[in-house]
């Protein structure tokens, strides 16, 4: 130990360190590592704290990890159309419109075998069953509810989520009714998202999923749900569903984006007057009054990446679980920074994952489900 530059602000018991540090005898042997040629020799600083000592290996960085991530948090977003083959989704790569008859069980499976055994069900309604009312949204032969049906009849342990709102069953793309003067028309849509909600209580869904942001939508079907003596299916709101550009591939690979409106037919070009204004935080502790009031079971925040405020201001503010939906733009946005070579993609992707859990979600419905669920079981 050489002379050090004594620092000015060298303290008292720095300086006995210093001292008792130049006085014992180093055993040279053990010291393996080398100086960096040009570093200073300087005495250690006087810190009572030193936060890199819980970093310093990966046992015990591990030991302290504070969030961790688990498939068993994932829902798994898949949809589904009439067709025999699956049709990839443009702007969503590795996503798929999956086919009913040969796609849709073979997916599942390969999620459920990564360790994924929940999902929400999507389904592309055929433009010739779409109606101003969006009543197809109750066939109990539609879609959805076959897609239901299938699917806990193949795997009764599955929990299947569906999603309540009309926009992929309305010719104007709105998730409620939309009346000739532009106006979403509040509680009769909620009388039809009723039926819609037993309708896929009917068919076997575990939790039912709206989606709409109509006012008193989640008490009017807690209500119809307990009347046709579906006690036991539970309600996932979307509680804080922000009016979101992230949602622009979900709209391309269902066809479900607002329509343009005519002379005759006005037809809102955004769903502003329903969907929560990004710039918004108090309301959400608002809609989250509601909906627990209501009778929710799960409130989600929607999206996520962007909404982490939203997500903890959820969090701290209910005893309820809270969900997060990591939505079609955030998983294209990264797909392409990964194609493009500007991500690692997996790195990438866990991040943004444990960041909405550490945020405060206990579940998160990702595009990525089934990759992530392979990454982690990969391990760290
Ligand atoms: C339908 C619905 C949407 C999403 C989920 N349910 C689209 C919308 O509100 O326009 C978006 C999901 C995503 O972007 O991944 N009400």
């Known amino acids: 130990m050489g002379d050090y530059p004594l620092s000015a602000r060298e303290s008292a018991r720095g ?26 020799v300087v005495p250690p600083q006087d810190l009572p704290s030193r936060p890199r000592r819980n ?80 009543k197809e949204a109750f066939n109990p032969n539609g879609l959805a509810q076959r897609s239901i049906s299938l699917l806990k009849d193949t795997f009764p342990d599955l ?34 998202l009723c039926q819609q909600a037993v309708s896929q209580a009917r068919a076997g869904a575990d939790v039912i999923s709206p989606s709409d942001m109509m006012d008193g939508r989640v008490g009017a079907i807690r209500q119809a749900l307990d009347d046709e003596g579906f006690t036991n299916v539970a309600i ?41 204004d ?32 939203i997500i903890r201001a959820l969090r701290d503010s209910t005893t309820l679980p809270i969900s997060a939906y990591q939505v079609s733009g955030e998983y294209s946005m990264l797909k392409a920074a990964a194609a493009a070579g500007y991500l690692n993609e997996r790195d990438a992707v866990l991040e943004s994952l444990i960041a909405i859990k550490r945020a405060g979600a206990d579940l998160t419905l990702t595009y990525y489900a089934i990759d992530a669920a392979k990454w982690i079981q990969e391990g760290n």
């Open 55 to 134: 970093r310093r290996s990966p046992t015990v960085r591990k030991a302290f990890r504070e969030t961790i991530l688990t498939p068993d948090n994932f829902i798994y977003p898949i949809f589904v159309h009439e067709g025999d083959e699956n049709i990839p989704i443009g702007s969503m790569p590795g996503q798929d419109r999956l086919s009913f008859k040969n796609g849709l069980i073979k997916q599942v499976r390969e999620a459920r075998a990564a360790g994924v055994n929940q999902v929400v069900v999507f389904p592309k309604t055929p433009d010739n069953l779409k109606t101003a009312c969006g």
């Open 278 to 309: 990004p710039a918004n935080y108090r309301e959400c502790l608002r809609e989250a009054a509601l909906d627990e009031a209501e009778g929710a079971d799960i409130m989600m925040v929607k999206p996520a990446g962007a909404y982490l405020d």
């Open 159 to 192: 929990e299947v989520y569906t999603d309540v709102a009309l926009d992929p069953y309305n010719t104007m793309g709105h998730d409620g009714m939309v009346r000739s003067d532009g106006v979403i028309m509040n509680d009769e849509t909620v009388y039809y």
């Open 15 to 40: 300086r006995e360190r210093r001292a008792r540090v130049e006085k014992s005898e180093i055993d040279k042997d053990v010291c393996v590592c080398v100086m960096v040629v040009g570093a200073p």
């Open 236 to 276: 996932m709101s979307y509680t804080a569903k922000y009016n979101s550009a992230y949602y622009g591939p979900f709209r391309d690979a269902l066809a479900s984006a607002p329509r343009p409106g005519s002379e005759d037919w006005k037809i809102p070009k955004d769903k502003a007057e329903y969907q929560m």
